[in-house]
């Protein structure tokens, strides 16, 4: 009987033949069909991303469209050259603390303090420059220096402590103004040297066209090199790539945007020529947007946010990722408080007080950063604040009093906020989060 089983067990039986048709097809990435389907694959991907709640920054583009339609509309001067400096130039202080407050909300967080932090900044700048003789870049560098310290403060008591963010830069936010206006003494103002740094970085103008065009045709290069070379990338790595007629739609509109631009500030009637603190901002914008997608720092940022435990589990040093976004948020603020310096004429007792806390809050969220962490981008800032510049500017125009302006602000901010949780509750109803 043993005999028979081991003949048995010994005897290979054939295997059946599949026929070919009856073996399951390769998985493709739905990337590639979309791609091979051309225009009409992109739209259709771009339909199914609307209605799964991924909305990206398709309500503050449309947001800005209906801006410059409505107020346009109301006074033909809210799209002339001046009218469109003043929100570049204005837009640039507020919008680079806006891009600290960025990489804070991309952690889940909160920074209530970057109105003092950048009244304390710029009060360094004061009393170091003109106060005690200090020069220039110095006292620049110090000022800046100190925002970066002040967040890292609060980044320790928040990430080694324990301490919430809400609660730390709350005390901040009351212990950074009193030190504020401790350091301006007795005066109520100090005001900026004429000529000076701080001076310039709203008040210089580059008068020569070839720095508008010649800022846009390097915009331009670099848009559509970047482009190229994450698609060599990605092909060398064997994964989806675009193809070179998406590269080419991209980087005819983001020319087309960007000369527009040149031209407005070049050669319309009313024109000073390109603004020193737009080529700042965007300087900043480019560098943190960069850090934030193309870094191992950047993609540890988006991990700490999504789930922090997931992130601690995985080997990232929480804590010092805390740590620094704090530092980041700081220093940005400082940096900013000169820009509002400058654009006020010198530093004040309250400098940063107001309504600047809820504007730059107000908009890296209406920019489309998630309040709830893990999800947004650098150009929030930007956009955001291009949103809340352009209606003041409209609305001053149309002489509407303060009370009015903030209402409507509030009314915005309310509007992305709403926008940001149906996005993420029709996210996770399509099994997207």
């Known amino acids: 009987m043993s005999d028979l089983k081991k003949n048995a067990a010994d005897t290979e039986v054939p295997e059946a033949e599949v026929p070919p048709e009856a073996v399951a097809p390769a998985a493709v990435d739905p990337r590639l069909l979309v791609r091979e389907e051309g225009f009409k694959g992109y739209f259709t991907e771009f339909v199914r991303r609307v209605r799964g709640g991924e909305l990206g920054s398709l309500p503050v583009v449309i947001g800005l469209i209906v801006i410059a339609i409505v107020f346009q509309a109301q006074n033909d001067k809210f799209l002339s050259a001046s009218s469109l400096t003043n929100i570049a130039v204005f837009t640039s202080g507020l919008g680079i603390m806006a891009v600290g407050i960025v990489f804070v909300l991309l952690l889940g967080e909160i920074d209530l303090s970057v109105g003092s932090v950048a009244g304390t900044g710029a009060a360094v700048w004061a009393v170091l420059n003109v106060s005690n003789g200090w020069n220039d870049w110095p006292s620049v560098i110090v000022a800046i220096a100190s925002g970066t310290a002040i967040g890292a403060l609060h980044g320790f008591f928040f990430a080694k402590v324990g301490v919430p963010a809400f609660v730390v830069t709350l005390a901040g936010f009351l212990g950074w103004s009193g030190l504020q206006i401790w350091l301006m003494g007795n005066e109520g103002s100090i005001n900026t040297p004429s000529g000076g740094v701080v001076e310039n970085l709203t008040g210089y103008f580059f008068e020569d066209k070839a720095a508008a065009y010649g800022l846009a045709l390097v915009a331009v290069v670099l848009y559509a090199g970047s482009l190229l070379i994450d698609t060599r990338r990605r092909k060398a790595a064997g994964l989806p790539s675009r193809p070179t007629s998406e590269i080419a739609l ?93 654009l006020q004429g010198g530093a004040t007792k309250n400098l940063g007080a107001g309504n600047t806390l809820m504007l730059v809050i107000a908009a890296a969220v209406i920019g489309g950063t998630s309040l709830f962490g893990g999800r947004g981008k650098i150009w929030s800032a930007l956009l955001g604040m291009l949103v809340l510049q352009s209606i003041q500017q409209g609305l001053n125009l149309l002489g509407m009093a303060s009370e009015i302006q903030f209402m409507i602000t509030g009314a915005v901010l309310l509007a992305a906020v709403v926008i940001d949780s149906v996005s993420r509750r029709t996210q996770k109803s399509a099994g997207r989060t």
């Open 250 to 342: 991209r980087t005819a509109v983001v020319a087309v945007l960007v000369f527009a631009t040149a031209y407005v500030l070049n050669d319309l009637e009313g024109s000073r020529g390109l603004p020193l603190a737009l080529v700042l901002f965007l300087a900043v914008v480019v560098i943190a947007d960069f850090v934030a997608r193309r870094t191992t720092f950047g993609r540890q940022v988006f991990a700490v946010g999504g789930n922090a435990e997931a992130a601690r589990r995985a080997g990232i040093n929480v804590d010092r990722i805390r740590i620094t976004v704090f530092a980041i948020s700081g220093m940005l603020a400082a940096f900013g408080g000169l820009f509002i310096a400058s």
